[in-house]
Every structure is written in C-alpha cells, then in structure tokens.
C-alpha cells in the first residue's frame, strides 16, 4: 500500500511539475518570447558564417526575446534527425535548417513548426519538388546560396582558355552538389570543354578522387559542397603538389584551395535569413507565401594560390583577404 500512494505521490508531482513548466511556457509566449532551433549540419567557414548572420540579424531584430538552441551535426546526416527531432519535442518556434541534409530532416520531421534554410542551393533539388517555381509553400521558406552557374562555367574558359579537360569534383551525397555539376557541365558543353566527375562519398576516399582527378585534368571545378569544404587543407595539398588550377564555387572553399570563385557572402546569406525569422515570429508574414531570396555575389580570387600556381589575376575580380 505504501508502495502505491508513493507512485501515486510520485506520479503526482511529476504532473504538477510538467503542469508548471507548461504554465511558464504559455506565459513566456503571452510574452512574445520565441525558441529558436538552429541545425548546422558540419562546422566550417561558409555555414559557420550563415549561423552568425542569422542570429546576429535575428537578435537585432527581437532582441533578448529570442533564444537559440543551436546544435552541430558534425557532418552526420543521421545527427540531424536526431537534432530536429529534439526541437519538434521541445516545441521551439521556429527552426533554422543551414545545408541541404538539415532541410531535408526538418522537413521529414515537421509540417506544423515554420522551418528555415539557409546555404542550400536550390530548394526543388533538395525536396524532390517537381513544380518548384521560387516558393516551396507550406511550413519552408528560406534563402539560397546560389550563384550563376553558366557564369562559374564561364570563369573556367576565361581564367584557363586553353583548359581542354575540365576535372568536376564533388560528393555523391549531396543532392545540390549533383545539380551544381550537371548545370556547369552543360555549360562547359557548349564551349566544347571535355568535362569528366570525380566523386567522392565520405572524407575517406577525398584524396585519392582529387588525385586521379588532377592527374587526369587540366582545371579543377568544385561547387558549393559541403564536404569538400571541410577539407580544403587535404584538397590544397594535393593540388598545390599538382599544379592543378581549381575553381570553386563558394569563397570559403576558394579560399582553402581554389584560385578564383564566383561567390556569396554567407554572412549576409544570414543575415537574410534572420530577416525572414524575424517577420515571421512577429507575425508579419506568411511562410507558405514567403520566396525563396538571395543574396547578391562577387568576384574573387586567393592571391597566395594564384602566386603559387604562377597565375595572373584577371581585371574585376577581387583578393580574398
């Protein structure tokens, strides 16, 4: 008998308390303070930059009524489930999906929470939607690291003319990668530059797929790939060895490896997406109606790679600091 009415007892106070946190929790929404989800699939330059942009613009925007509850997947697609998952039980307000794998997983998890990407290049590629036209609808919304691929494919042929195999790198896992390349190979296509893939699937097999790729090419490509940009260092070493040329599609990943890019500021691609948290938190707009935005892209070039390789800088192109 003890027994029971100490696990009714129990039963009781954990109730009382849940009751409690529930009640603290309606009070803070009549507040109008807001929990914000961040999922970062890996840590490096480009999305490290977006997280900051986000938050920074986010905070200026609401302040100390926000709070972040901010997780790193560590280049694990399966730790992102496990992060969105957590933040669909703990009922946070918004979520805040930078790459691809993370969008992917908030977007399997929810339909209710409003979810944001942030470094994910193109929306309809990364949720199979088959009459993506800009918009996504339901509870997504976000911004895109896009920059114009024919324009990247040109870069190629205006830094290298005399490039006649042109080497695309990138990981096999990565949906947005594949798009990138098909686009710029079509592209080098109709310039009759001979192009040929080398993939790679996880960081194990990177180094042995650059090297048979700069053995085999006069010009690298790389787009805005996530796991190429966590190991720049090992790409670097390689083609400086080689002295094989690369052209990357985001500055973080030019600047680890490449010798020019036609690029972003992922900073300010997050800041643009803190912008859209922010009216949407407030209620001043609809995420199923809210565009994809973007953000405007330069042109730059990593003056210790060019010095390296011996290559001189193009006009209107500006140094990586």
Not at 44 to 59: E, R
Not at 102 to 107: E, H, P
Not at 208 to 218: F, G, H, L, P
Request: charged share 20%.
């Amino acid at each position: 008998m003890k027994k029971t009415i100490l696990v009714v007892l129990t039963a009781l106070s954990v109730l009382s308390l849940w009751a409690g946190g529930a009640k603290e929790a309606k009070d803070a929404k009549s507040e109008g303070t807001y929990t914000v989800g961040i999922c970062q699939l890996v840590q490096h330059v480009a999305l490290d930059a977006a997280t900051q942009g986000f938050k920074d613009a986010l905070k200026g925007e609401l302040g100390d009524k926000v709070t972040f509850i901010e997780q790193n997947a560590s280049g694990e697609i399966n730790n992102c489930s496990t992060i969105i998952n957590n933040f669909v039980s703990r009922k946070v307000d918004l979520i805040m999906a930078n790459a691809t794998p993370a969008l992917q997983s908030a977007a399997s998890a929810t339909s209710a929470i409003p979810i944001l990407g942030t470094s994910i290049t193109h929306y309809g590629t990364a949720l199979d939607l088959s009459n993506y036209s800009g918009i996504v609808g339901g509870n997504i919304s976000g911004t895109s690291d896009l920059a114009p691929l024919d324009e990247q494919a040109k870069m190629i042929t205006d830094w290298f003319p005399g490039a006649k195999n042109v080497g695309l790198i990138y990981c096999s896992a990565e949906p947005n990668s594949i798009f990138q390349i098909e686009e710029v190979e079509k592209n080098l296509a109709k310039s009759g530059v001979n192009t040929k893939r080398y993939s790679f699937t996880d960081t194990n097999d990177i180094s042995s797929v650059v090297q048979k790729a700069c053995n085999e090419s006069d010009v690298l490509y790389i787009p805005t790939d996530n796991t190429a940009a966590s190991n720049t260092e090992a790409i670097a070493n390689i083609v400086l060895a080689s002295k094989t040329p690369v052209i990357a599609g985001e500055e973080g990943i030019c600047a680890g490896c490449g010798v020019a890019t036609l690029s972003i500021s992922y900073y300010d691609l997050g800041v643009t997406t803190g912008k859209m948290a922010a009216k949407i938190l407030k209620g001043e707009s609809n995420i199923s109606e809210m565009p994809i935005e973007y953000a405007p892209v330069t042109r730059k070039y990593n003056p210790a790679f060019c010095e390296a390789l011996g290559i001189q800088p193009l006009a209107g192109y500006e140094a990586i600091k």
